[in-house]
């Protein structure tokens, strides 16, 4: 039986018990849930699978109706607006109340909407919901009130347009053919008034029958029979005559008096049948326009109708106008066209000046009145999607000087030529009254490789600067099969820093670029970097409780730097195959030799690339950071982490995931291939350094070293016997680890084990490996020198190093203790006051277990181990430059790199750089272990560091200077500044080294804070001590997919969007909830993909393949958003009517027709309930009037309320003087009565 331990019990509940640490000194927070407020501002790009089209002549206003229910309304450059249906039914066609500032949408779910535009958010007055039949066609006539609604089956139904209600005059089909025809003619395709007799209707069926309904006599006036399927009717603008296009390629040409056959009938483009052969067939003519023109022959427009034998033909607009024959090719699929003129009278003349044309993934505006037919210059940002969008990333309140320099050298690229130099045509609406503060900039990557930079202040969105990537690269042969061969340059991760204007962009294809701007143009080689960051597990058996440990390498070979090579690691994991160089491939991408020209803009500094292991391509990257004063690049895939120095061109570090833990790894990692395992290895333990480093590096990367000096067996067990015994307590466990625990009693197994096989380093230009070690509080000052992270460096640094060492171990001799053998098997458990942050003391070894929190796994090192401990990848997943304290004991801040796994892991990597000038392009920068390592639960999604105001620590960068400029402004504000920053970082330098070796943790106060966030969790932890001031679960049944913290009314605060759509904020540091928006459901992993939080307050998502959407959490912009948006209408008049001559007008008057008479209540009686259903809009007066924030709204509300006020005040008046003249009317009468009984006895009443 088990024997029951009452102070384990005790001890457990304590430790459970504990609250978190509080940090020494409350700040406060500013920031309430009344500063918040979730709303879309607007949407660029071009609209997504667009499905119909309508243009105001008058107002110039384009509506572009989408199938996902959405509709997008275009005026002058700048004026952009899209309102959505509730639903999202397809819109089928659109019809502008010209020059009246509404809108009617037809939609799939047989609904028919009215839009008011006279208000800067659109909204829906009314709406008709049909219940028995299906539109297909509607019909407003210009400066009519009655629509007319075309259904499936065939019947015509009338609607006021004023207030939605359906008339009961019906035009129904089996009244409008001919008694003796006895099939159905179809569904209605087309109706079309009489440009000259408004009570003559033409309705079109689908079959080819075509019908001329007189509305007065309600009866089929002609009927004109058609072979062929018809398309689409259009009227010549006198009324006499009309065209039909057909499903054969064909146009008939009908006279109105004449219905008996048409008066023309011709294939534009199909070849005339000769005697016993078939015409040529030809595709179907969806659409025929019949503009005229008063000078000159009309124009006939219509779509496609090329021959079927003509294969590989693109769509096109044919453009006829007498014996002239112009055929545009189009990129795309023609969905509508519309012509555009000067006047919206179908009976006057036309004079078409454009054609605008809406293509599957594009707009096309045609010039009529140019030679040639030149096409305008689209100057909306519909190009956004030109290649396919991959991923985005927002910068607001960026540097000022940003656009200007962008927009020069973009205007310097060359410009698109061909196009018409008339001005745009739609010209309509006016811009907003106010604009925002500060500037913003969307950076777009596509597809191409290119990368977009659009100016996005305000509402707009504007191109500045186009950068393609693709073109250092070699072409890929046609036969070359890749992972990535349909997208090898897709751009996949964008960081910038927007000081020193230093870009970084990785590809698909496993490569990353650093650019820098310069103004100027320059002829430079591209400096390359290969990076083979592979990592593979070995077979692992589960380790006996006799095993020994594998030995240490030498602690003398114990940092990282520019120009080393990696000496092997304690841990049995290695980044590199088994077969060492021969397995290790070329990168995916080929770079081009020799000198290439850069033009202005951004130029490339450098291309480090992934090559390929064992044929397998490298993973995709998925984090990446740049820091312009560190001279820094670090990214990091599923395989483990590579830092670049950017300066001078080599690699710092390149290591898989578990050896960033060194033999501190909290994971048992499984072999993801065959359990049989591999033959060992020649060892290394025999070897001179110089003969091992040279084994170790790739001939064909780096040459050998040749001048690293022999480090003695007497050595390496005095550097071994300075190693204090550490351990490591598991975050989420509350439990401490000792994986590179090696004590004294140990020293001579090591000894007899160096023979043993150790891992290989990666084979890069530098590599270094890592063991992690957690260390005692009075060694943490010696972690960067004495942990193994093997790396070899010049005989100078190892001299100093070893010269550092010794005086380290004297200074520590006095306060180091030793600390009992412990089992690798089994490690030692103790609870801790904070069971969320790493700790680096551990009591001891008889400490009892603490149980597991937040549902995490427990730390085992038995053959039976838990399914969630068998990992076999983490990946990087987050990365962070940041002047911060790295371990509990640092009096200062230092230069270092915080890395987020995919597991929930935080580890930090100290930056040891050399001063600024000189002496860091020739000194080695040095990377090394702190031993922090701090757990939370889901992938790392977020890292901010924090001052002891709360407010948020920038990463410190080197200003961007004029290469031309550079020498001349040495001595100018910014290069002080610049000065000051770089004496400060060397001051902080020395610093350090004069700090002493083992400050207790009681004499450190804190002074910062990291905020990190996963997909579970929040942790606000404080810096040095690194205790978990704050932590809160963000969700349980979903996951965050982004997180930021992000600036917003002179505070800062977490936002985060999650997987169920919910957008979420809180304070810092405290985590306090201030938002919870259901806001926007993850329907495509594309939106998770590209959200982007922004200062401000800002975001923006690709809601949509081709668009942009931006929001704003921020409750002042959305105040001031409705001046910022864009007027839709402006009061036009409207153009004046054809003037009719009197002898015509004398002659051949048209008849008038009163149709409120024909289709009133009155004559037509009520339309069936069952028909349709009407539904009040929130788009009304009363709507207006409640969502208008103008002053004059507010002003005529407050004189209303007034008015109102009076009034009521005027009536309480009233009463007030009818009840007093009530009561001295019953005090008269109460008082003749009592003068009435005053003297008489009681026997007498």
């Not at 044309?357 to 009145?369: S, Y």
């Not at 073109?471 to 061969?485: D, M, V």
């Not at 000198?595 to 990446?624: F, H, N, R, W």
């Not at 009197?1142 to 009686?1165: N, R, Y």
Request: aromatic residues 6%.
């Amino acid at each position: 039986m088990k024997k029951f331990n009452f102070k384990k019990v005790l001890d457990g509940l304590t430790s459970s018990s504990a609250p978190p640490a509080k940090p020494e000194t409350e700040i406060t927070e500013t920031l309430g849930s009344e500063h918040f407020q979730v709303s879309k501002t607007v949407r660029h790009g071009f609209p997504y699978q667009p499905t119909a089209m309508a243009y105001d002549p008058v107002q110039h206003i384009l509506a572009i109706g989408c199938k996902s229910g959405s509709i997008r309304l275009f005026g002058r450059p700048g004026v952009d607006c899209h309102v959505m249906h509730d639903n999202d039914a397809a819109v089928l066609q659109l019809i502008f109340l010209v020059n009246e500032g509404a809108l009617v949408s037809v939609c799939s779910d047989d609904s028919l909407h009215l839009w008011n535009l006279r208000q800067k958010r659109p909204a829906i007055l009314h709406s008709l919901k049909y219940n028995r039949e299906r539109i297909t066609y509607c019909h407003l006539p210009f400066q009519s009130k009655w629509l007319y609604i075309g259904t499936e089956r065939g019947n015509v139904h009338i609607a006021n347009i004023e207030s939605f209600v359906l008339s009961g005059y019906v035009i129904n089909w089996n009244k409008a053919i001919e008694l003796s025809q006895r099939t159905h003619p179809g569904p209605v395709v087309s109706l079309s008034d009489n440009p000259t007799d408004s009570s003559k209707l033409l309705i079109g069926f689908e079959t080819g029958m075509i019908v001329q309904w007189d509305l007065k006599t309600k009866a089929a006036e002609c009927r004109y029979a058609c072979e062929q399927t018809l398309h689409s009717l259009a009227w010549h603008h006198e009324g006499k005559q009309f065209m039909c296009s057909h499903s054969d390629g064909s146009l008939t040409v009908w006279n109105y008096r004449s219905p008996s056959k048409p008066a023309q009938v011709f294939q534009p483009h199909g070849h005339p049948a000769q005697k016993g052969s078939k015409p040529e067939a030809c595709r179907p003519i969806m659409k025929v326009a019949w503009p005229t023109q008063r000078t000159g022959d009309p124009f006939i427009v219509f779509s496609d109708g090329l021959p079927y034998e003509r294969s590989g033909r693109r769509p096109c607009i044919t453009v006829m106008q007498g014996k002239s024959v112009t055929v545009l090719e189009m990129e795309y699929p023609v969905v509508n066209f519309l012509p555009v003129s000067s006047t919206p009278w179908p009976n006057d003349f036309q004079d078409p000046y454009a054609i605008i044309v809406l293509l599957e993934n594009d707009l096309v505006v045609i010039d009529l009145t140019t030679p040639g037919y030149p096409c305008f210059q689209n100057p909306y940002p519909m190009d956004l999607h030109e290649s396919p969008v991959t991923c985005c990333t927002y910068y607001a309140d960026c540097p000022p000087e940003m656009i200007p320099a962008f927009y020069t050298v973009g205007s310097r690229q060359q410009k698109k030529t061909g196009f018409s130099d008339k001005n745009w045509p739609v010209k309509g609406g006016e811009w907003g009254t106010s604009t925002c503060s500060y500037p913003e900039i969307i950076i777009t990557g596509h597809a191409d490789g290119s990368l977009k930079f659009w100016d996005a202040s305000a509402v707009t969105l504007q191109l500045l600067y186009k950068l393609r990537t693709s073109k250092i690269f070699e072409k890929q042969p046609l036969n070359q099969s890749t992972e990535y061969e349909e997208d090898p340059f897709a751009i996949v991760k964008i960081a910038m820093c927007c000081e020193s204007r230093i870009l970084c962009v990785a590809g698909t294809s496993g490569h990353v670029i650093v650019y820098r701007y310069n103004k100027v143009e320059t002829t430079v080689d591209v400096p390359t970097l290969e990076i083979a960051l592979v990592y593979e597990v070995d077979d692992l058996d589960s380790p006996d409780t006799d095993q020994i440990p594998p030995p240490m390498p030498p602690p003398s070979s114990s940092v990282g730097s520019a120009g080393s090579g990696g000496m092997p690691s304690p841990s049995p994991h290695h980044s590199t195959s088994s077969e060492g160089a021969e397995k290790v491939g070329s990168p995916l991408l080929k770079v081009k030799s020799g000198p290439q020209k850069m033009v202005p803009g951004y130029q490339v500094d450098l291309c480090a690339q992934l090559v390929t292991v064992e044929g397998e391509p490298p993973s995709q990257i998925l984090c990446l950071a740049i820091n312009s004063l560190y001279g820094l690049m670090a990214f990091g895939n599923m395989q483990g982490l590579a830092i670049v120095d950017i300066i001078q061109k080599t690699t710092l570090l390149n290591l898989g995931t578990p050896d960033l833990y060194g033999s501190a790894d909290p994971y048992t990692r499984t072999q993801p291939r065959s359990p049989q395992r591999k033959k060992p290895p020649a060892g290394l333990g025999d070897l001179g350094e110089a003969q091992a480093v040279e084994q170790l590096q790739s001939p064909q990367r780096r040459k050998p070293l040749k001048a690293l000096s022999k480090l003695g067996e007497s050595e390496i067990g005095e550097q071994e016997r300075c190693r204090s015994p550490t351990t490591e307590r598991d975050e989420s466990n509350g439990v401490c680890l000792s994986p590179t625990g090696t004590t004294r009693k140990k020293l001579a197994d090591i000894k007899r084990n160096r023979n043993q096989p150790r891992p290989r380093m990666s084979k890069a230009h530098s590599t270094a490996s890592m063991e992690g070690n957690g260390g005692d509080d009075s060694d943490d000052m010696n972690n960067s020198l004495s942990m193994s992270w093997g790396s070899s460096v010049s005989r100078l640094f190892r001299t100093e190093l070893i010269k550092a060492e010794a005086m380290l171990r004297r200074q520590r001799s006095s306060s180091t203790s030793s600390v009992g053998s412990q089992s690798p098997k089994v490690a030692p458990k103790c609870a801790g006051t904070d069971p969320h942050v790493a700790s680096h003391k551990c009591p001891g070894r008889d400490s009892p277990k603490a149980d597991s929190k937040d549902g995490s796994f427990s730390r085992s090192r038995s053959s039976s181990m838990s399914s969630l401990e068998n990992v076999s990848a983490e990946g990087i997943n987050c990365l962070s430059f940041t002047e911060s304290y790295t371990r509990k004991t640092d009096p200062v801040t230092s230069p270092c790199l915080w890395v987020g796994t995919t597991l929930g892991s935080v580890l930090v990597i100290v930056l040891n750089l050399p001063p600024q000038g000189d002496q860091r392009l020739t000194q080695p920068v040095i990377v090394s272990p702190s031993g922090t390592i701090l757990r939370l639960k889901g992938a790392i999604l977020a890292m901010s560091f924090l001052d002891c105001n709360g407010m948020t620590i920038p990463p410190l960068f080197a200003k961007w200077e004029d290469p031309k400029k550079k020498d001349e402004n040495r001595e100018t504000k910014d290069g002080q500044s610049m000065n000051q920053r770089r004496g400060w970082q060397q001051l902080q330098h020395l610093h350090r080294q004069k700090a002493p070796s083992s400050p207790t943790t009681e004499t450190i106060s804190d002074r910062q804070f990291v905020v990190i966030c996963s997909e579970k969790q929040a942790k606000v932890i404080s810096l040095p001590s690194q205790t978990c001031a704050y932590k809160l679960n963000i969700t349980e049944t979903s996951f965050v997919c982004k997180a930021d913290v992000v600036s917003i009314a002179n505070s800062v605060c977490l936002a985060c969007f999650l997987a169920n759509g919910h957008i979420m904020t809180f304070s810092l540091p405290s985590l306090r909830p201030l938002l919870d928006s259901d806001f926007l459901p993850l329907a495509d992993m594309r939106i998770a993909q590209t959200f982007s939080f922004s200062n401000c307050g800002q975001a923006l998502y690709l809601c949509t393949p081709s668009e942009i959407q931006r929001i704003t959490l921020a409750a002042d912009t959305c105040e001031s958003l409705q001046e910022m948006l864009c007027e839709l209408f402006l009061p036009v008049d409207t153009p004046e009517g054809p003037k009719q001559s009197f002898f015509k007008g004398l002659f051949s008057s048209p008849s008038i027709v009163d149709k409120e008479e024909l289709f009133g209540e009155a004559a037509s009686g009520k339309a069936s309930r069952s028909v349709a259903k009407h539904i009040p809009g929130t788009g009304g007066i009363e709507g207006v009037k409640a969502e208008s924030g103008s002053a004059m709204a507010e002003v005529q509300k407050a004189r209303m309320a007034l008015v109102e006020r009076g009034e009521k005040l005027s009536e309480l008046e009233e009463r007030t003087e009818a009840l007093k003249v009530g009561s001295e009317l019953y005090a008269s009468s109460a008082h003749q009565v009592m003068e009435k009984y005053k003297n008489k006895k009681w026997y007498q009443l």
